[in-house]
């Protein structure tokens, strides 16, 4: 812990010189720089009033202490004693705080998210398996108080997807399921089965924060838009007019297409969400040893070959891979009960983070 409350001196230091630099009138009148600034000192207030209150506790244990040393006048042991006890159970208890408030934070934890299923090894059943992780997560949402729509599909004749995009909108939706980026595995016997053997299939699932114009700058000259008919459902006003869009990011050869909403211009706004996500990972991806870095986390959130969990029917079992757990709850699994899961992942990210922290390899903020 000592090299990390070398690193809380250091960012008192600096959390003072924000606020005097915030009150020059110089810096004031600068709207950027003082927005700059301003985010910088509110990043960082929380960890500093945890830390000042600890350095108080400190310093009241001291006092304490010297009473106890120097003093053989009872009542005051007394009250010395209590208020030792006292402020070493709070000590702890804001430890842990600044342990927590100290973690570095990734940027994109409150953002929405679009989430894109795949179905992948093993035809058919990796389909139906593809369709029902969109259950899991629907259900995972409701139960959040999140938003989720579905926004561009390619279902199957069998009752699943061979891809399927929804957009999840709520309170810190990413820090939530980031975790679930990579290739999930299932094990059970298909419907189509006559044998009762059980097979092994696939899917995969991409999680990309929702980016708006600001944090993604794409040129609109690198965007070629097509426009035609829908061939979906809808009515006789959408397959009578060239509603559906197809955009193309020239530098990156992404394409997104869309035919889902009513207009044009509705299908023009959701396309470029997911075209702004799908570029903005693409070249995170790019950057491998930045990308290993920043984005994928102790836990693996970023490759997504990487097979981070399985989903034993036969045993009604999941396990998560990347942290050994293993829980024998699969029916309420995937009936949306995903906390323990996500809660034991980012309790693992946490402790990794801290880690890294105490060994002087991450630095706060």
Do not use: C
């Not at 010297?66 to 007394?78: F, S, V």
């Not at 944090?215 to 965007?223: A, G, R």
């Amino acid at each position: 812990m000592d090299k990390i409350f070398d690193q809380l001196e250091g960012l008192l230091d600096r959390y003072n010189e924000l606020q005097e630099l915030m009150s020059d009138p110089e810096v004031i009148n600068d709207t950027k720089r003082y927005m700059k600034l301003s985010k910088e000192e509110a990043d960082m207030r929380d960890v500093v009033a945890a830390f000042k209150k600890y350095k108080e506790l400190k310093k009241s244990i001291a006092d304490s202490d010297e009473i106890l040393r120097e003093t053989d006048d009872a009542e005051m042991q007394a009250l010395a004693k209590d208020e030792l006890n006292e402020s070493k159970e709070e000590l702890d208890k804001v430890e842990h705080d600044i342990t927590l408030l100290m973690l570095p934070k990734d940027p994109n934890d409150d953002k929405n998210i679009i989430m894109e299923i795949r179905g992948a090894a093993g035809g058919d059943e990796a389909s139906l398996f593809a369709g029902d992780l969109l259950s899991m997560y629907s259900k995972y949402a409701e139960k959040q108080g999140w938003s989720f729509e579905i926004i561009d599909e390619n279902d199957t004749e069998v009752g699943g997807y061979k891809d399927v995009a929804v957009m999840i909108t709520g309170n810190r939706v990413y820090s939530k399921l980031k975790y679930e980026n990579g290739a999930h595995r299932v094990q059970r016997v298909p419907a189509t089965e006559s044998a009762g053997r059980v097979h092994t299939s696939t899917a995969t699932v991409a999680i990309m924060p929702e980016y708006d114009e600001v944090d993604v700058d794409i040129d609109p000259k690198d965007i070629r838009t097509d426009v035609y008919r829908s061939s979906g459902a809808g009515g006789q006003h959408i397959n009578k007019t060239s509603s559906a869009v197809r955009m193309t990011h020239l530098p990156t050869g992404i394409v997104v297409a869309m035919q889902d909403q009513r207009s044009q211009q509705q299908n023009r706004e959701k396309a470029m969400q997911i075209l702004r996500s799908r570029v903005y990972d693409y070249y995170e991806s790019q950057n491998q040893s930045e990308y290993d870095e920043q984005r994928k986390s102790a836990v693996g959130t970023g490759d997504r070959s990487e097979r981070i969990r399985t989903y034993n029917y036969p045993q009604n079992r999941v396990t998560d891979h990347r942290i050994g757990l293993s829980l024998n709850k699969l029916d309420r699994i995937m009936n949306g009960d995903l906390d323990e899961i996500i809660d034991a992942l980012v309790v693992f990210d946490q402790t990794k983070k801290l880690e890294q922290i105490e060994s002087g390899e991450t630095k706060l903020f």
